[in-house]
């Protein structure tokens, strides 16, 4: 049974970093496109970012030069770095597949950017 689950998240001021981390059980993350997703409040939820098996990136245009993703595959984790956040970057993130979310939504972590 694959189970995602999502961590790192947070309130920080504009301007400000985190790193989301996502680990995975029942699945190879290094074999898989993964992406992070977000919903914000009234929001469909929509892919940010995304990995290939061979690390090949792809991010949306709202946080291209902000974030960062990357993988640990002998952890099985996947990460989000988010730096310079702005407001406009509070959401639920989600970790699931890159291509299409296959899996079981896990929980989410919550970002709230705010002064």
């Known amino acids: 049974q694959v189970q995602l689950v999502e961590s790192g998240g947070g309130l920080v001021q504009p301007g400000g970093s985190l790193r989301l981390s996502c680990a995975g059980s029942g699945l190879s993350f290094r074999s898989l496109i993964m992406g992070w997703y977000r919903q914000a409040p009234g929001k469909q939820r929509e892919l940010v970012a995304s990995?290939?098996?061979?690390?090949?990136?792809n991010y949306t245009d709202s946080v291209k030069g902000r974030f960062s993703i990357f993988r640990d595959n002998f952890k099985n984790t996947l990460y989000l770095r988010m730096d310079s956040l702005k407001p406009e970057d509070t959401a639920v993130y989600y970790c699931n597949g890159g291509r299409v979310p296959s899996y079981s939504w896990g929980q989410g972590t919550q970002v709230t950017v705010s002064s």
């Open positions: 990995i290939t098996s061979v690390g090949g990136t």
